[in-house]
């Protein structure tokens, strides 16, 4: 789940107060935190694709904006994560506070359809262009670089700041390549776990998408995670806010994912259908 968080609000697809420093407390060097990171992650993705740990409640807000920044449309749903076949699945259960119901509810059933036709065909897939893995190759179009210790969701993190790689020919071949150069900001990562614990970033400049599908004007993403236990940080909030073009349209959409109740997966209920 965590890893496709992103790719979740694409292609819709900030500094803070300063940093608390604690001068008696060296700082690590960037790279090793980075590599402590990746190495954390895989591993975590390993028991997620194993067997899922959480199931969760998911409340999603859309606002579509006006030129002038007015919101002309507010969707709001809330989502139960289930267990079909032994993967998650996002059930909406409400739309703007009622539950679904006449075309909502078609739409739903063939999703769900869908869905279950997918998962029984795993080999058949094509790969994701948009499932954005933290990795060694995701990690090296950034410089990092370590800039101090704050506490997040009453843990201690450090604090890293992050650039575009200049000295370098970054890759362009998927269609998020363009976002994916051109990101910008901040990472607070465990300084015990090393695991994420919050990222801000946002687009440097407007580009455009690969194969002129459209284009990004500004983009801002913020996520928040906590540990649910302690070998599992989970997302806590998502918010993304998504300036840019589609084919010949104009957007302007604010999205934030609030994420609650998460109940841990018993052996016995992953088995279930």
């Known amino acids: 789940m965590r890893r496709r968080l992103i790719a979740a609000f694409f292609p819709l697809l900030l500094a803070l107060p300063s940093t608390a420093q604690e001068p008696h407390k060296p700082l690590p060097n960037a790279e090793e935190v980075v590599k402590k990171v990746i190495a954390r992650e895989e591993q975590a993705d390993k028991r997620e694709?194993?067997?899922?740990?959480?199931?969760?409640?998911?409340?999603?807000?859309?606002?579509?904006?006006?030129k002038s920044g007015a919101v002309t449309e507010r969707n709001d749903r809330l989502y139960q994560a289930t267990l079909i076949d032994g993967h998650i699945y996002l059930k909406p259960v409400e739309k703007n506070g009622k539950p679904l119901?006449?075309?909502?509810?078609?739409?739903?059933?063939?999703?769900?359809?869908?869905?279950?036709?997918?998962?029984?065909?795993?080999?058949?897939?094509?790969?994701?262009?948009?499932?954005?893995?933290?990795?060694?190759?995701?990690?090296?179009?950034?410089?990092?670089?370590?800039?101090?210790?704050?506490?997040?969701?009453?843990?201690?993190?450090?604090?890293l700041t992050f650039l575009p790689r200049t000295n370098v020919k970054l890759p362009e071949k998927r269609r998020m390549d363009k976002i994916l150069n051109r990101l910008e900001g901040k990472v607070w990562v465990d300084t015990e776990a090393f695991a994420l614990l919050k990222v801000d970033m946002h687009l440097t400049e407007p580009t455009s998408l690969a194969g002129g599908l459209g284009s990004v004007r500004s983009l801002d993403f913020l996520i928040e995670l906590f540990a649910v236990d302690p070998d599992t940080f989970v997302p806590k909030e998502v918010r993304?806010?998504?300036?840019?073009?589609?084919?010949?349209?104009?957007?302007?959409?604010?999205?934030?994912?609030?994420?609650?109740?998460?109940?841990?997966?018993?052996?016995?209920?992953?088995k279930k259908d």
């Open 49 to 66: 694709e194993a067997k899922p740990g959480y199931l969760f409640a998911q409340r999603s807000i859309e606002e579509k904006l006006d």
């Open 101 to 159: 119901t006449g075309e909502d509810a078609k739409k739903e059933e063939e999703r769900e359809k869908k869905f279950r036709e997918r998962i029984k065909k795993p080999l058949t897939q094509k790969k994701d262009d948009d499932d954005i893995r933290l990795n060694e190759e995701l990690v090296s179009r950034y410089q990092f670089h370590v800039i101090g210790r704050e506490r997040v969701n009453d843990r201690e993190a450090f604090v």
């Open 240 to 270: 993304v806010a998504f300036e840019g073009r589609k084919l010949f349209t104009g957007m302007h959409v604010k999205q934030t994912a609030t994420y609650s109740d998460y109940r841990k997966i018993e052996n016995s209920v992953a």
